[in-house]
């Protein structure tokens, strides 16, 4: 079932590419609604200060969908199962493709626009904070000629932008599906709103989940990174980038979007630091980002094999 949900939704999402029709439904707005009502009840209680308020705000949805499924039972079950583990699956992708939002990026670069290319190359992260990329500008800043951007040399530009397309393919892609295999369509839903509560929480919602959601975003990605970036390792040069990154593999505290970077990076054989191949570097990116959805496909029927 599990496999199959999957085959249907990267169909969907990589052959008939039409998730980006589907952006509003993928922002969530019912669960900052949730949100909202959960603080109105719960903000004066001690508990929801800590980790209680996180596990009651992430949990609830993936508890009342389980419940939900759990109504249904035989055939009707099964049926009822497939139908939400397709609907969540899809839905939890995005919101928007890699290949729409790297659009104004390599519009920018064909017209020889650095500037604007560097603007778009930043608007990529659906991070609320960054780790590679000191000057990025926040999202309140406008477009007045007094801001001054600190914009970096082109090949500078394209490593970077790199960088961004492979921590956007584990957060907008493998995460969900490394999630879904191993837990279903509450897995999926759960890795999903983990994110957007991130950064409901870097947006000063509620400070005092800030911390708390740090360490959730790292630990939920601790597994799926190392499994994406051995992937990743399988679609390029696996030698080169297992040397590159096996320290990273077992550290608890290491940085998962360091090492997802850095081994989509060491799979194409390229050298550490700037880039040397321009924008093409970009697109090759973009065909390891896809050609690593198939391999989670094989990876998803070996699961399914061993469960």
Not at 223 to 249: C, E, M
Request: with cysteine; net charge negative.
């Amino acid at each position: 079932m599990i496999l199959l949900s999957l085959i249907i939704v990267l169909a969907l999402e990589f052959h008939f590419k039409i998730g980006n029709d589907f952006r509003g439904a993928r922002d969530f707005s019912w669960f900052k609604s949730l949100q909202n009502k959960l603080f109105d009840i719960f903000s004066d209680k001690a508990f929801f200060e800590g980790w209680g308020g996180v596990t009651l705000i992430l949990l609830l949805p993936p508890i009342i969908l389980m419940g939900f499924v759990n109504l249904f039972d035989g055939v009707l079950y099964w049926l009822v199962y497939l139908l939400i583990s397709v609907c969540i699956l899809f839905l939890s992708l995005g919101p928007d493709s890699l290949e729409k939002s790297l659009k104004p990026y390599f519009d920018s670069v064909d017209k020889g626009d650095v500037e604007s290319a560097f603007k778009h190359s930043q608007a990529l992260s659906s991070l609320k904070y960054e780790k590679f990329n000191q000057e990025k500008e926040s999202d309140e800043k406008d477009d007045s000629d007094d801001v001054e951007v600190n914009v970096p040399e082109a090949d500078e530009l394209v490593r970077n932008t790199t960088r961004q397309i492979l921590i956007e393919s584990q957060i907008r892609y493998f995460g969900v599906i490394a999630w879904f295999i191993f837990f279903g369509p509450y897995g999926a839903l759960l890795y999903r709103l983990a994110h957007i509560y991130s950064n409901h929480c870097q947006e000063s919602e509620f400070d005092e989940h800030t911390p708390l959601m740090d360490t959730v975003i790292h630990w939920i990605n601790w597994i799926p990174a190392r499994i994406t970036s051995l992937l990743f390792l399988l679609t390029g040069d696996f030698v080169n980038g297992f040397y590159r990154v096996k320290d990273y593999l077992t550290d608890a505290l290491a940085d998962n979007w360091q090492l997802i970077a850095e081994t989509g990076i060491a799979a194409q054989s390229l050298d550490r630091g700037v880039s040397e191949r321009n924008v093409d570097e970009n697109t090759e990116t973009l065909e390891l980002v896809y050609r690593t959805a198939i391999i989670y496909l094989v990876f998803a029927a070996l699961v399914a094999t061993l469960s």
